[in-house]
């Protein structure tokens, strides 16, 4: 084979070399590419996750035995939560769950709310388009203590929520806060009713007798003039 033929031969060799490793280079670039797109777009979508965590916060109050308390429980958000299902638990021989009322977080939204079994109140929230719930009250629970309860702490926890976004997407609070009940036997609330001793019933006793002496007496008089 003559000098020029291999000379050829390998100029053909090395443009061919050259166009499979600017081909292989460019689907590298496009792969680096490809993968920045998929890295940034990941970590686009747990960012915004991240930044729409919410906070539920319970509130807390104070009353004496038998006293009735209104307690708020809350949302700390961007605005991106749009509905919201979330369980009270407490113990039903010292709570007693009278009324819900909404609060300035639902804009339009439906609050539904049920007993669904002793010592668990479940809250729904919802909205039909749906708008997003803002960060303010929730709602406010309304109850009443039993009046035989003894002074303490009686927490009612925040179980089983579950709050969604407009895509669909199912978004974890970044913080729960219970809601608490405090007895306290010296709090403002209930006027304890005063017990009648034996003592107490003999004045008593007397007194109606003295107030009968007199009316009679008055009657008589009447009746001779």
């Known amino acids: 084979m003559s000098r020029q033929r291999m000379g050829k031969m ?3 060799s090395s443009i061919h070399n050259q166009k499979k490793s600017f081909a292989m280079g460019t689907k590298g670039v496009r ?9 940034g777009g990941l970590l686009l979508l747990v960012s915004s996750r991240l930044l729409a965590a919410p906070d539920i916060i319970g509130g807390s109050g104070e009353t004496a035995p038998g006293g009735t ?3 708020p429980v809350s ?3 961007d605005g991106s939560p749009v509905a919201l299902q979330l369980d009270l638990s407490y113990d039903p021989q010292v709570i007693y769950p009278l009324f819900l009322n909404a609060g300035a977080a639902l804009a339009g ?3 539904n709310w049920a007993v669904i079994q002793d010592g668990t109140l479940r809250v729904v929230i919802t909205h039909p388009d749906p708008a997003p719930l803002l960060g303010d009250e929730l709602f406010s629970l309304s ?3 039993a009046s035989d309860v003894n002074a303490g702490d009686y927490p009612l926890h925040i179980q089983q929520l579950v709050i969604g976004n407009a895509a669909g997407f199912t978004v974890n609070p970044t913080s729960i806060i219970d809601a608490n009940v405090r007895v306290d036997l010296a709090a403002p609330g209930v006027v ?3 017990t009648l001793t034996f003592t107490g019933l003999l004045l008593l006793i007397s007194a109606m007798v003295g107030i009968l002496f007199l009316m009679r007496k008055k009657l008589f008089h009447v009746s001779l003039s």
Not at 31 to 39: A, D, F, P, R, S
């Open 10 to 12: 390998y100029y053909v």
């Open 31 to 39: 792969g680096i590419k490809v993968l920045v797109t998929l890295i």
């Open 69 to 71: 308390l209104t307690l």
């Open 75 to 77: 949302l700390v958000t």
């Open 109 to 111: 939204h439906s609050l």
């Open 143 to 145: 109850l009443r203590v």
């Open 192 to 194: 304890p009713i005063p």
